[in-house]
């Protein structure tokens, strides 16, 4: 080999080993690595070692490793506390990983033995001055509650100004744990500086609803919040008015609890105020419960003048849905890629109407198709889904009236469409399907 030919070679070389010295460049590559790889990835040299020290802290499923830091513990009678005092030198150390964790998922792990409010305690009244907040750059907390340990408010200490996206998910019906969580959604309202954009609040049917803490993180947070999702215990009009001041929101979920007091002129009146002031609505996701004044599509249809809205789902009762409803959602929602009536029964050809009138952008649909035995699969189809990936459907039918289904659908979806079909069946149809779809039969 040459001497210039070697001096290209080893020049490329030297090139591609400087690409590894980058910051962005580590970061993207480290961000495919498991944990045990970043750990040794992180032994490498002393460029490397800060990135993967980023991605291994960077997501935490619970907060003791974190919290382990500030020094060892012993278990008392109310779980666990530290063992001695927290030093000044324990705070350095803690504070070196603590500002790398930018998000945490507690799924409701911890028992009573393993982390008790004492612990908490500990670490609020130890803080020194220059530590205001514990984790200073954290933008995602997800906290459910456990059943065992019902102490909502040791989340207070993880609150800090950079969050983004909080979520609080109650277990436990304690008075107790109502009481802790409008303390934390109000502490999580009162920080300064605050600019939140997503927020979730679920907890048990019993327990009822928390509005109105909610609601003041609403108002504070009205011009940053771009996401809701909510469980409410009825259509309050003092909710539907704070909703309404949210001239940025995207995303909307809310789950009703007890609707049987509304009428439809209620959540027509609801359906107009979001229409009218969020027009910038993407995604529409409402639960209601079964009962006996269950909605019909009518107080929903103001929703039609939302014309970006991407994501439509209503889970209700029988909507008493018309094939001209669908044809007026199709014209209005150009944009749409999901459709969901999950617990309304719609009559099989509309599917065909649902291909003709709605945009090829669709691409899920999630319904309960009804069926009847003498249904003719050679029905006219004068459209078809380009774009749909997924179809779900419920259907209590017989096996007869299945088959029908499968080869009706199979005229109306592209090769390699889901078909699933939440139905007690011995075995998949795929001989109706001629595997033209990926039929998911059966439970």
């Excluded at 001096?7 to 030297?14: C, D, E, K, P, R």
């Excluded at 003791?64 to 666990?80: A, I, K, Q, S």
């Excluded at 609403?218 to 909703?243: A, E, M, P, V, W």
């Excluded at 669709?362 to 003498?374: K, P, T």
Aim: charged share 25%.
């Amino acid at each position: 080999m040459s001497a210039s030919k070697f001096s290209a070679i080893n020049h490329a070389t030297v090139r591609r080993l400087e690409a590894l010295e980058v910051r962005e460049i580590l970061d993207i590559i480290m961000s495919f690595l498991d944990d045990n790889s970043l750990f040794v990835a992180g032994l490498v040299c002393k460029t490397w070692s800060p990135v993967a020290l980023n991605h291994l802290w960077g997501t935490l499923d619970s907060v003791v490793p974190l919290l382990l830091l500030l020094g060892p513990m012993t278990l008392e009678f109310d779980g666990m506390k530290y063992a001695d005092a927290i030093l000044e030198a324990d705070w350095a150390r803690f504070e070196s990983y603590s500002r790398r964790v930018r998000k945490i998922n507690n799924e409701g792990v911890f028992s009573i033995w393993e982390l008790g409010p004492g612990a908490f305690a500990q670490v609020g009244t130890s803080r020194p001055p220059s530590t205001p907040y514990i984790l200073p750059r954290v933008t995602e907390i997800n906290w459910t509650e456990s059943r065992e340990a019902g102490w909502l408010q040791q989340l207070i200490p993880l609150l800090s100004p950079s969050l983004k996206s909080f979520s609080l998910k109650m277990m436990s019906e304690r008075s107790t744990s109502v009481t802790d969580a409008r303390v934390v959604l109000r502490h999580l309202a009162s920080l300064p500086r605050l600019k939140l954009e997503r927020l979730q609040a679920r907890w048990p049917d019993s327990v009822g609803a928390l509005d109105a803490a909610f609601c003041d993180v609403l108002y504070r947070q009205r011009t940053s919040l771009k996401s809701i999702s909510h469980q409410s215990f009825n259509l309050d009009k003092q909710f539907g008015t704070y909703l309404s001041q949210l001239p940025n929101l995207v995303n909307l979920e809310l789950r009703f609890i007890d609707v049987n007091t509304q009428t439809d002129e209620e959540f027509k009146e609801f359906s107009h105020l979001l229409a009218s002031k969020c027009s910038g609505l993407e995604t529409i996701r409402f639960s209601i419960p079964f009962g006996p004044q269950e909605p019909t599509f009518y107080a929903f249809r103001p929703l039609t003048r939302i014309e970006g809205l991407r994501e439509f789902h209503l889970k209700c009762g029988e909507l008493g849905l018309q094939e001209q409803d669908l044809r007026e959602m199709g014209e209005s929602w150009r944009s749409l890629v999901s459709l969901g009536f999950p617990n309304s029964r719609i009559p099989l050809p509309w599917v065909a109407a649902i291909a003709e009138h709605f945009p090829p952008t669709l691409e899920n649909i999630d319904v309960d198709i009804g069926v009847s035995e003498d249904l003719d699969p050679d029905n006219t189809v004068h459209s078809t889904f380009v774009s749909l990936k997924r179809i779900s459907y419920i259907e209590m039918a017989s096996p007869k009236a299945l088959k029908a289904v499968g080869l009706f659908l199979h005229r109306l979806v592209a090769p390699g469409t889901v078909v699933e079909c939440a139905k007690w069946m011995e075995e998949p149809l795929m001989e109706v399907t001629g595997g033209a779809v990926k039929w998911k039969g059966g439970r």
